[in-house]
């Protein structure tokens, strides 16, 4: 069968979309969708996506990691189908979707793409770093001169060591540039290498930052190696709300392969 797909890039963390309404992709065949991840003998990205039609909402994400595998929740994975949406003319320029976390609200602004995530209740604090759940778990670590930082050789030793294990999580290296801005460089788990830019990631930094007292502003500013992301939220005693991810998600391709 042949499959046509879209290739979409978030501030460089780029993803094959299809459109998958009539249930024409086997869901099961994680090796081919492995196969179409990889950057020298498929097409290409950092994770696949499929919007499907949805009972309670305008559409559903389901998203998987490079190697293959469902996934949890991604950022700019959720803005890019967004666009994808839009394209397709699921929706105009707002919209609420399922995810594998529960509804997300999303709009778009001038080509600018808002994603709500979802309440924050619980940050760690631990002594050289901080663990939060953004619909992806995140270590958040700070760091100097981040431009020369080993972020592969040294977030796989924290993705696989203790206490994440067999579940891992993804790692965040941060260094503050002002107030309000941070840049971040992200090793994900799943695709087992640093990306250019992780909506998850960057989501968890803000608040973390935040709630470390890094920064007393509700709307930072993230520069990844991609691009730059901005996040907005609330805090109270129950912790984060109306937690907002911002920021472009772009066509780059359509094509058709053998599925």
């Known amino acids: 069968m042949m499959m046509t797909f879209y290739k979409y890039q978030g501030t460089g963390n780029d993803?094959?979309?299809v459109d998958n309404r009539l249930q024409h992709i086997d869901k099961n065949n994680t090796n081919r969708i492995a196969e179409l991840c990889d950057r020298r003998?498929?097409?290409?990205a950092d994770g696949f996506i499929l919007l499907e039609n949805d009972n309670i909402s305008d559409f559903k994400m389901v998203y998987y990691n490079a190697d293959g595998n469902e996934s949890s929740m991604c950022g700019n994975g959720g803005r890019c189908i967004t666009a994808f949406a839009k394209f397709l003319g699921v929706i105009?320029?707002?919209t609420e979707f399922t995810a594998i976390d529960g509804l997300h609200k999303a709009k778009i602004e001038n080509d600018i793409v808002h994603l709500q995530m979802q309440d924050v209740s619980s940050i760690e604090t631990h002594s050289n770093h901080l663990f939060l759940d953004t619909g992806s778990p995140h270590h958040v670590e700070m760091v100097s001169n981040i431009s020369a930082f080993e972020v592969k050789a040294?977030?796989?030793k924290i993705r696989y060591g203790q206490p994440y294990n067999k579940a891992g999580s993804n790692v965040n290296f941060v260094e503050q540039l002002s107030a309000d801005n941070f840049a971040v460089r992200t090793y994900e788990r799943?695709?087992?290498d640093e990306t250019l830019s992780c909506g998850t990631g960057v989501t968890a930094v803000a608040l973390a930052m935040h709630a470390c007292g890094k920064t007393k502003h509700n709307e930072?500013?993230?520069k990844t190696p991609g691009g730059q992301l901005k996040v907005t939220f609330s805090s109270d005693d129950r912790g984060y709300n109306d937690i907002w991810l911002i920021g472009p998600a772009q066509q780059v391709f359509k094509g058709e392969i053998e599925w």
């Not at 003998?41 to 290409?44: E, T």
């Open 41 to 44: 003998f498929g097409i290409g």
């Open 190 to 192: 799943g695709v087992e």
């Open 154 to 156: 040294n977030g796989s």
């Open 15 to 17: 993803f094959i979309i």
């Open 220 to 222: 930072v500013g993230l």
């Open 92 to 94: 105009e320029n707002s």
